[in-house]
Protein backbone atom coordinates (compact mmCIF):
# COMPACT_ATOMS: atom_id res chain seq x y z
CA UNK A 1 0.00 0.00 0.00
CA UNK A 2 1.25 2.94 -1.46
CA UNK A 3 1.25 6.81 -1.07
CA UNK A 4 2.27 8.84 -3.92
CA UNK A 5 3.49 12.41 -2.33
CA UNK A 6 4.12 16.08 -3.30
CA UNK A 7 8.17 15.76 -3.46
CA UNK A 8 9.08 16.23 -7.35
CA UNK A 9 11.64 15.20 -9.54
CA UNK A 10 12.58 16.90 -12.67
CA UNK A 11 14.20 15.18 -15.72
CA UNK A 12 14.81 17.48 -19.63
CA UNK A 13 16.05 16.08 -22.81
CA UNK A 14 17.24 18.28 -25.44
CA UNK A 15 18.07 16.71 -28.40
CA UNK A 16 21.09 18.52 -30.43
CA UNK A 17 22.33 18.70 -33.52
CA UNK A 18 24.29 15.69 -34.93
CA UNK A 19 28.13 15.24 -33.47
CA UNK A 20 27.45 17.82 -30.48
CA UNK A 21 27.79 14.21 -28.40
CA UNK A 22 26.08 13.50 -25.06
CA UNK A 23 25.67 15.36 -21.67
CA UNK A 24 24.48 13.96 -18.54
CA UNK A 25 24.42 16.83 -15.40
CA UNK A 26 22.73 16.14 -11.59
CA UNK A 27 22.15 19.31 -10.31
CA UNK A 28 21.43 17.77 -6.88
CA UNK A 29 25.00 16.21 -7.31
CA UNK A 30 26.91 19.21 -8.97
CA UNK A 31 28.12 16.90 -10.90
CA UNK A 32 28.12 16.03 -14.69
CA UNK A 33 29.60 13.76 -17.60
CA UNK A 34 29.84 14.37 -21.01
CA UNK A 35 31.15 12.30 -24.17
CA UNK A 36 31.77 11.88 -27.97
CA UNK A 37 29.08 9.51 -27.95
CA UNK A 38 27.10 7.42 -26.12
CA UNK A 39 29.48 4.65 -26.16
CA UNK A 40 32.55 6.81 -25.14
CA UNK A 41 30.57 7.52 -21.67
CA UNK A 42 33.20 6.74 -19.03
CA UNK A 43 32.05 4.00 -16.36
CA UNK A 44 31.84 5.87 -12.55
CA UNK A 45 30.61 9.23 -13.30
CA UNK A 46 26.58 9.40 -12.99
CA UNK A 47 26.58 5.40 -13.74
CA UNK A 48 22.78 5.32 -13.11
CA UNK A 49 21.66 7.91 -15.20
CA UNK A 50 23.86 6.62 -17.86
CA UNK A 51 21.83 3.08 -17.55
CA UNK A 52 19.21 5.23 -19.03
CA UNK A 53 20.87 6.26 -21.89
CA UNK A 54 22.39 3.30 -22.99
CA UNK A 55 18.85 1.61 -23.01
CA UNK A 56 16.82 4.25 -24.35
CA UNK A 57 18.59 6.33 -26.52
CA UNK A 58 20.02 5.30 -30.37
CA UNK A 59 23.50 5.64 -30.80
CA UNK A 60 24.13 8.34 -32.91
CA UNK A 61 21.86 10.92 -31.12
CA UNK A 62 23.33 13.78 -29.66
CA UNK A 63 21.41 14.93 -26.62
CA UNK A 64 21.14 16.69 -23.01
CA UNK A 65 19.75 15.13 -20.26
CA UNK A 66 19.88 17.26 -16.60
CA UNK A 67 18.09 15.94 -13.73
CA UNK A 68 17.29 17.85 -10.21
CA UNK A 69 15.28 15.96 -7.53
CA UNK A 70 13.19 17.56 -4.39
CA UNK A 71 14.24 14.39 -2.59
CA UNK A 72 17.29 14.06 -0.44
CA UNK A 73 19.31 11.13 -1.62
CA UNK A 74 19.16 8.26 0.74
CA UNK A 75 15.62 9.48 2.28
CA UNK A 76 14.03 6.62 1.57
CA UNK A 77 11.24 8.05 -0.25
CA UNK A 78 11.69 6.69 -3.43
CA UNK A 79 14.00 8.79 -4.86
CA UNK A 80 16.26 7.28 -7.23
CA UNK A 81 12.69 5.03 -8.94
CA UNK A 82 11.47 8.53 -9.06
CA UNK A 83 14.51 9.45 -10.90
CA UNK A 84 14.07 6.42 -12.91
CA UNK A 85 10.37 7.54 -14.04
CA UNK A 86 10.78 10.71 -14.72
CA UNK A 87 14.10 10.13 -17.00
CA UNK A 88 12.18 7.64 -19.13
CA UNK A 89 9.04 10.28 -19.69
CA UNK A 90 11.41 12.60 -20.30
CA UNK A 91 13.50 10.29 -23.01
CA UNK A 92 10.19 8.85 -24.37
CA UNK A 93 8.47 12.85 -24.77
CA UNK A 94 11.93 14.30 -26.53
CA UNK A 95 11.79 11.02 -28.93
CA UNK A 96 8.25 10.96 -29.90
CA UNK A 97 7.57 7.32 -27.46
CA UNK A 98 4.19 6.96 -25.50
CA UNK A 99 3.84 4.90 -22.83
CA UNK A 100 1.38 4.04 -20.65
CA UNK A 101 2.25 5.39 -17.05
CA UNK A 102 2.65 2.00 -15.86
CA UNK A 103 4.84 1.03 -18.93
CA UNK A 104 6.77 3.75 -18.07
CA UNK A 105 7.33 2.41 -14.37
CA UNK A 106 8.39 -1.15 -15.76
CA UNK A 107 10.78 0.04 -17.61
CA UNK A 108 11.99 2.01 -15.82
CA UNK A 109 12.26 -0.78 -13.07
CA UNK A 110 13.94 -3.20 -15.44
CA UNK A 111 16.72 -0.70 -16.34
CA UNK A 112 17.72 -0.47 -12.58
CA UNK A 113 16.87 -3.85 -11.67
CA UNK A 114 18.41 -5.80 -14.60
CA UNK A 115 20.38 -3.69 -16.70
CA UNK A 116 22.26 -1.95 -13.42
CA UNK A 117 21.83 -4.72 -11.24
CA UNK A 118 20.84 -2.56 -8.32
CA UNK A 119 18.65 -4.34 -5.99
CA UNK A 120 15.32 -3.82 -4.80
CA UNK A 121 11.51 -3.75 -5.91
CA UNK A 122 9.01 -2.14 -7.90
CA UNK A 123 6.77 -0.18 -5.76
CA UNK A 124 8.76 3.25 -5.92
CA UNK A 125 8.61 3.31 -9.47
CA UNK A 126 4.89 2.49 -9.85
CA UNK A 127 4.20 5.07 -6.95
CA UNK A 128 5.98 7.84 -9.00
CA UNK A 129 4.08 6.79 -12.58
CA UNK A 130 0.51 6.22 -11.30
CA UNK A 131 0.11 8.93 -8.14
CA UNK A 132 -2.08 8.84 -5.64
CA UNK A 133 -2.67 5.48 -2.96
CA UNK A 134 -2.64 2.37 -4.61
CA UNK A 135 -2.66 -1.50 -3.72
CA UNK A 136 0.02 -3.01 -5.43
CA UNK A 137 0.09 -7.09 -5.38
CA UNK A 138 3.02 -9.05 -6.56
CA UNK A 139 2.18 -12.53 -8.24
CA UNK A 140 4.30 -15.33 -7.69
CA UNK A 141 6.29 -16.04 -10.58
CA UNK A 142 6.54 -11.91 -11.42
CA UNK A 143 4.25 -9.77 -12.61
CA UNK A 144 2.52 -6.51 -10.60
CA UNK A 145 -1.10 -5.67 -10.50
CA UNK A 146 -2.26 -1.96 -9.36
CA UNK A 147 -5.11 -0.99 -8.22
CA UNK A 148 -5.85 2.40 -6.78
CA UNK A 149 -8.04 2.84 -3.54
CA UNK A 150 -11.42 4.00 -3.20
CA UNK A 151 -11.09 7.10 -0.37
CA UNK A 152 -13.54 9.59 0.42
CA UNK A 153 -12.28 12.91 0.52
CA UNK A 154 -13.02 13.00 4.04
CA UNK A 155 -10.73 10.65 4.89
CA UNK A 156 -7.77 12.23 2.49
CA UNK A 157 -7.93 15.29 4.24
CA UNK A 158 -7.69 13.32 7.98
CA UNK A 159 -4.45 11.74 6.67
CA UNK A 160 -2.88 15.18 5.30
CA UNK A 161 -4.12 17.09 8.21
CA UNK A 162 -2.13 14.56 10.31
CA UNK A 163 0.39 13.12 8.81
CA UNK A 164 3.99 14.73 8.36
CA UNK A 165 7.03 13.59 6.37
CA UNK A 166 10.58 13.70 8.79
CA UNK A 167 13.76 13.38 7.58
CA UNK A 168 16.10 12.75 10.19
CA UNK A 169 19.08 13.28 7.73
CA UNK A 170 20.42 10.15 8.79
CA UNK A 171 20.70 8.71 5.42
CA UNK A 172 20.35 4.72 4.09
CA UNK A 173 22.46 3.22 1.43
CA UNK A 174 18.93 0.81 0.13
CA UNK A 175 21.01 -1.55 -1.67
CA UNK A 176 23.01 -2.69 0.90
CA UNK A 177 20.01 -3.11 2.93
CA UNK A 178 17.92 -4.89 0.13
CA UNK A 179 21.03 -7.39 -0.04
CA UNK A 180 20.90 -7.64 4.08
CA UNK A 181 17.13 -9.25 3.52
CA UNK A 182 17.74 -11.38 0.71
CA UNK A 183 20.59 -13.28 2.58
CA UNK A 184 18.62 -13.51 5.43
CA UNK A 185 15.80 -14.82 3.76
CA UNK A 186 17.70 -17.63 2.82
CA UNK A 187 19.04 -18.85 6.40
CA UNK A 188 17.36 -21.42 8.62
CA UNK A 189 14.11 -20.17 10.74
CA UNK A 190 14.77 -16.47 9.72
CA UNK A 191 12.30 -14.18 10.91
CA UNK A 192 12.61 -12.41 7.49
CA UNK A 193 10.13 -14.56 6.13
CA UNK A 194 7.52 -14.05 9.10
CA UNK A 195 8.17 -10.77 9.11
CA UNK A 196 7.41 -10.42 5.09
CA UNK A 197 4.06 -12.29 5.54
CA UNK A 198 3.01 -9.94 8.34
CA UNK A 199 4.17 -6.84 6.07
CA UNK A 200 1.83 -8.30 3.65
CA UNK A 201 -1.54 -8.70 6.10
CA UNK A 202 -0.61 -4.83 7.61
CA UNK A 203 -0.76 -3.90 4.16
CA UNK A 204 -4.22 -5.69 3.25
CA UNK A 205 -5.59 -4.29 6.47
CA UNK A 206 -4.44 -0.93 5.97
CA UNK A 207 -6.29 -0.92 2.70
CA UNK A 208 -9.26 -2.20 3.78
CA UNK A 209 -9.03 0.40 7.14
CA UNK A 210 -8.48 3.51 4.63
CA UNK A 211 -11.65 2.40 2.56
CA UNK A 212 -13.69 2.43 5.44
CA UNK A 213 -12.61 5.41 7.06
CA UNK A 214 -11.21 3.54 9.79
CA UNK A 215 -8.10 5.73 11.01
CA UNK A 216 -7.91 3.97 14.20
CA UNK A 217 -7.12 0.46 12.25
CA UNK A 218 -4.89 2.52 9.87
CA UNK A 219 -2.93 3.95 12.79
CA UNK A 220 -2.87 0.48 13.70
CA UNK A 221 -1.47 -1.35 10.98
CA UNK A 222 0.78 1.89 10.24
CA UNK A 223 2.37 0.79 13.24
CA UNK A 224 2.08 -2.78 12.65
CA UNK A 225 4.53 -2.44 9.26
CA UNK A 226 6.76 -0.47 10.95
CA UNK A 227 8.11 -3.18 13.50
CA UNK A 228 7.64 -5.67 10.91
CA UNK A 229 9.63 -3.59 9.03
CA UNK A 230 12.47 -3.95 11.44
CA UNK A 231 12.42 -7.55 11.86
CA UNK A 232 13.32 -8.02 8.09
CA UNK A 233 17.02 -7.46 9.21
CA UNK A 234 18.56 -6.01 11.76
CA UNK A 235 20.49 -3.03 9.41
CA UNK A 236 16.94 -1.86 8.71
CA UNK A 237 16.02 -1.01 12.20
CA UNK A 238 16.87 2.48 13.14
CA UNK A 239 17.89 4.05 16.46
CA UNK A 240 17.60 7.44 15.60
CA UNK A 241 13.93 6.95 14.13
CA UNK A 242 13.44 5.03 17.67
CA UNK A 243 14.57 8.07 19.80
CA UNK A 244 12.33 10.87 17.60
CA UNK A 245 9.65 8.50 18.29
CA UNK A 246 10.32 7.79 22.09
CA UNK A 247 10.80 11.92 21.77
CA UNK A 248 7.47 13.07 20.52
CA UNK A 249 5.29 10.09 22.06
CA UNK A 250 3.34 12.57 23.24
CA UNK A 251 2.30 14.07 19.82
CA UNK A 252 1.44 10.99 17.69
CA UNK A 253 -0.11 8.26 17.55
CA UNK A 254 1.70 5.96 14.60
CA UNK A 255 4.48 5.84 12.86
CA UNK A 256 6.04 4.25 10.13
CA UNK A 257 10.19 3.80 8.72
CA UNK A 258 9.69 5.21 4.67
CA UNK A 259 11.89 2.71 2.29
CA UNK A 260 14.34 -0.48 3.10
CA UNK A 261 14.37 1.71 6.91
CA UNK A 262 17.74 1.76 8.45
CA UNK A 263 17.52 5.76 8.70
CA UNK A 264 16.09 8.49 5.79
CA UNK A 265 12.35 9.68 6.35
CA UNK A 266 10.11 8.66 8.52
CA UNK A 267 5.59 9.21 8.35
CA UNK A 268 4.51 10.11 11.36
CA UNK A 269 0.26 10.31 12.39
CA UNK A 270 -0.12 13.45 14.89
CA UNK A 271 -2.66 13.21 17.78
CA UNK A 272 -5.83 15.49 17.51
CA UNK A 273 -4.35 19.10 17.58
CA UNK A 274 -1.02 18.21 18.03
CA UNK A 275 0.60 18.61 14.44
CA UNK A 276 2.21 22.28 14.85
CA UNK A 277 3.84 21.13 17.95
CA UNK A 278 5.07 17.51 16.63
CA UNK A 279 6.70 19.31 13.68
CA UNK A 280 8.50 21.98 15.65
CA UNK A 281 9.67 19.80 18.39
CA UNK A 282 11.21 17.47 15.28
CA UNK A 283 12.70 20.59 14.19
CA UNK A 284 14.20 21.55 17.49
CA UNK A 285 15.94 17.82 17.37
CA UNK A 286 17.66 18.63 14.20
CA UNK A 287 15.03 16.74 11.31
CA UNK A 288 13.64 18.54 8.46
CA UNK A 289 9.27 17.91 8.18
CA UNK A 290 7.22 18.43 5.12
CA UNK A 291 3.85 18.22 5.53
CA UNK A 292 2.22 15.38 3.82
CA UNK A 293 0.72 16.46 0.75
CA UNK A 294 -0.82 13.71 -1.64
CA UNK A 295 0.22 13.85 -5.43
CA UNK A 296 -2.54 12.26 -7.98
CA UNK A 297 -1.15 13.23 -11.22
CA UNK A 298 1.53 10.75 -11.78
CA UNK A 299 3.85 11.10 -14.02
CA UNK A 300 3.91 13.86 -16.72
CA UNK A 301 5.88 15.51 -19.31
CA UNK A 302 5.58 19.03 -21.01
CA UNK A 303 7.08 20.65 -24.12
CA UNK A 304 9.87 23.99 -22.94
CA UNK A 305 11.93 25.73 -24.89
CA UNK A 306 15.44 24.19 -25.93
CA UNK A 307 18.59 24.77 -23.84
CA UNK A 308 20.82 27.74 -25.39
CA UNK A 309 23.78 27.21 -27.51
CA UNK A 310 25.39 29.53 -24.31
CA UNK A 311 23.72 27.05 -21.49
CA UNK A 312 24.37 24.08 -23.02
CA UNK A 313 28.14 24.74 -23.03
CA UNK A 314 28.09 26.04 -19.66
CA UNK A 315 27.22 22.45 -18.23
CA UNK A 316 29.67 20.87 -20.19
CA UNK A 317 32.18 23.17 -18.60
CA UNK A 318 30.92 22.01 -15.37
CA UNK A 319 31.05 18.26 -16.11
CA UNK A 320 34.85 18.40 -16.94
Request: negative net charge; glycine residues 10%; contains cysteine.
Amino acid sequence: MNFAINRHVFASVDRLSAGNGVTIYSEDLRQGVTADSISALPEGRLDFLQGFIRRLVPQDESILLVTESDVPAGAGLGGSGALGVAVVAALDHAFGRVRTPSETAQVANDIERKDLGYPGGSQDSFAAALGGINKLEYTKGGGVTHQPLKISNDTLMDLEQNSLMIYTSEAHVSGNIHQDILDSYGTEDSPTFSALVSLRVAADLMVTALECGDMAGYIDNLNRSCENLYRLHASCDSSVHRKYCRDLEEHILGRKTCGAGGGGGMVVYTRPGHRRACLLRAQEMGAVVWPLTLDFKGVSTWPSESTQKDVVESIRARCR
